[in-house]
């Protein structure tokens, strides 16, 4: 009967002499199943075992993730098995380390995070009182706005108003206000609204990406910056294109400007606006981590705010800069909401509190920590399941940066050796629609039969793009004879990214009466988190009966 390696190790240390079968059985316990976690695999691979999540796997030395390291039975060839569920209590830790040295190289552990968040809903006409205190906010000409925003659901579509601050006496009345929605009929495809005003001197930005632009169910980041070059918004960590209208400049023109006024501001508020004549235009939705810098932020800034998620505390990044930072859903103090930062503004929650507006989300995070303790988020999901898995082709190759995982190379002329098949995702969009009736502006195209949907965020008439690369877009359509009571007039359909028109056009011209078609293609370069929709023109915006039309969108 074979012994095992405890007993081996035993009979050793007494210094008895082994014999043959012994000393062979001790080379042999190497790989043992029943010992220290060492297990063997049906297909003969050596695996690491932790039973249950109380039993902490120790790892000697360096760690090198061969392919795959996850909470599976299942391990490719040459891959490191790791069996027994990763626990939320970090029972199983692990120590990465590169082999070589790089820039890219990081060590330190990896375990699994488990963390509340909340925010704070407004609907039915409650809001945010801050009235009293804006005084505090007097002095800045320049500074940010930061504020993650969430549709109701059902979403409104109509106008809502995230914050206001003003007066409406008369005959200077003053305000400030961000809001969603149009706001005024010569701005139907507007999305959200930054306006300045001191009696009849103003401006406002209007960034048009559709009126249902902040209808999809997510959390949307907005930023508003102020500073010597004027306005600048964004809209999650991408800057927008906006009409300017009024008569002032922005540049300089922030929470100061409002004190230039006879009628300096008396009312401050979230989620609703007060003209003087009592509440209106409500937010139907949720607000969290509403902050107000007295710096302007640069875009790259901004595109990591918003890569960094909602969940991160302003306050490790940017503790001087914060003048004001309501973190809403995360006070105990509720229906008392405090700030943090320079100026210490406590607001009022008003309303129905029957249910509690504070809603709870539990998310799952794959943490990377280093040796100095710093802790790179690398995977997120939602709800108590598995934080995620991890691929690596080699302990060499495996590297964090800005909260991804990589696989590369430091040489970028030194191939990547990759073992297996490597498939790309596709990216695919096909639909189609019949019998579209419209007249007057320009109207958007909403697709009724979908012929093909692959790794799409697609709604029925706006792509969202999720993954980087070229893509082909072609569209056309089918103008219906004049005697079915459509203009033979010029029609025109047009590609949009980001709610702006983009050259080139399917035009249908001016006929005798008889039925035309058009079509269009073209090739863009396209970035995650642009929008491409498709809008219907014509002449003097006569009627438009379109009898057939189609729009195809993929990768190369």
């Given amino acids: 009967m074979k012994q095992s390696r405890e007993q081996l190790k035993a009979y050793f240390e007494r210094g008895d002499t082994p014999t043959s079968e012994q000393f062979g059985e001790l080379i042999e316990s190497g790989v043992n199943q029943l010992d220290d976690g060492l297990t063997v695999t049906p297909e003969q691979r050596v695996g690491i075992n932790s039973n249950s999540p109380q039993s902490r796997l120790a790892v000697g030395g360096n760690l090198t993730v061969g392919k795959e390291l996850c909470n599976t039975v299942a391990a490719p060839a040459n891959g490191l098995l790791v069996q027994g569920p990763v626990s939320t209590e970090e029972a199983l830790r692990l120590k990465v380390q590169r082999s070589t040295p790089s820039a890219r190289a990081s060590e330190g552990q990896l375990y699994v995070k488990e963390q509340d968040f909340y925010q704070l809903k407004i609907a039915g006409g409650s809001y945010v009182d801050l009235t009293g205190q804006q005084d505090k906010l007097s002095h800045l000409s320049?500074?940010?706005?930061?504020?993650?925003?969430?549709?109701?659901?059902?979403?409104s579509t109509g106008p809502q108003n995230i914050l206001y601050l003003g007066n409406p006496g008369q005959p200077e009345p003053c305000y400030l206000f961000l809001g969603i929605g149009p706001w005024t009929e010569a701005y139907g495809d507007e999305c959200l609204n930054f306006t300045v005003a001191d009696n009849h001197s103003w401006y406002s930005g209007y960034v048009q990406r559709g009126h249902d632009y902040f209808t999809r169910h997510r959390w949307y980041h907005i930023v508003v910056v102020v500073d010597s070059q004027g306005l600048r918004i964004y809209l999650d960590g991408i800057e927008q294109s906006y009409d300017l209208q009024g008569n002032r400049p922005p540049a300089n023109h922030f929470f100061n400007t409002l004190w230039e006024s006879a009628n300096i501001p008396d009312r401050f508020y979230l989620g609703v606006r007060n003209l003087g004549n009592g509440f209106d235009v409500h937010l139907q939705g949720y607000l969290d981590e509403f902050a107000i810098l007295n710096t302007s932020l640069q875009a790259e800034e901004i595109a990591e705010l918003f890569r960094a998620g909602r969940e991160t505390d302003l306050?490790?990044?940017?503790?001087?800069?914060?003048?004001?930072?309501?973190?809403?859903?995360?006070?105990?103090?509720?229906?008392?909401?405090?700030?943090?930062?320079?100026?210490?503004?406590?607001?009022?929650?008003?309303?129905?509190?029957?249910?509690?507006?504070?809603?709870?989300?539990?998310?799952?995070?794959?943490?990377?920590?280093?040796?100095?303790?710093?802790?790179?988020?690398?995977?997120?999901?939602?709800?108590?399941?598995?934080?995620?898995?991890?691929?690596?082709?080699?302990?060499?190759?495996?590297?964090?940066?800005?909260?991804?995982?990589?696989?590369?190379?430091?040489?970028?002329?030194?191939?990547?050796?990759?073992?297996?098949?490597?498939?790309?995702?596709?990216?695919?969009?096909?639909?189609?629609?019949?019998?579209?009736?419209?007249?007057?502006?320009?109207?958007?195209?909403?697709?009724a039969t979908t012929h093909l949907l692959e790794n799409c965020e697609w709604d029925g008439g706006i792509l969202t793009v999720t993954q980087p690369g070229i893509y082909s877009m072609a569209l056309g359509f089918t103008r219906d004879a004049h005697s079915n009571g459509g203009t033979d007039n010029d029609i025109y359909m047009r590609f949009r990214i980001d709610g702006q028109p983009i050259t080139g056009v399917a035009w249908a011209g001016e006929g005798d009466g008889r039925r035309a078609t058009a079509s269009y293609s073209i090739l863009r370069r396209l970035k995650p988190g642009q929008q491409v929709d498709t809008i219907f023109d014509s002449d003097a915006g006569l009627k438009r009966f379109i009898q057939t039309y189609y729009l195809t969108i993929f990768r190369l």
């Avoid at 320049?142 to 993650?148: A, D, F, M, R």
């Avoid at 809403?328 to 309303?351: C, R």
């Avoid at 190379?409 to 419209?438: C, F, K, W």
């Fill in 142 to 155: 320049t500074g940010t706005l930061s504020v993650w925003y969430h549709p109701d659901n059902p979403p």
């Fill in 315 to 447: 306050r490790t990044l940017y503790s001087s800069e914060l003048e004001a930072y309501w973190r809403l859903g995360d006070a105990d103090q509720f229906p008392h909401l405090p700030s943090y930062g320079n100026q210490e503004i406590t607001g009022k929650f008003k309303g129905d509190v029957d249910p509690l507006p504070i809603q709870k989300e539990t998310q799952q995070t794959l943490m990377f920590q280093d040796g100095k303790g710093q802790e790179t988020p690398i995977t997120q999901q939602r709800g108590a399941t598995q934080a995620g898995q991890l691929w690596g082709q080699k302990g060499d190759n495996l590297y964090f940066t800005e909260g991804f995982v990589g696989i590369g190379t430091p040489d970028p002329t030194m191939p990547l050796q990759v073992n297996g098949l490597v498939e790309r995702q596709h990216v695919a969009l096909s639909v189609y629609g019949t019998h579209h009736i419209s007249s007057g502006s320009i109207q958007r195209v909403i697709y």
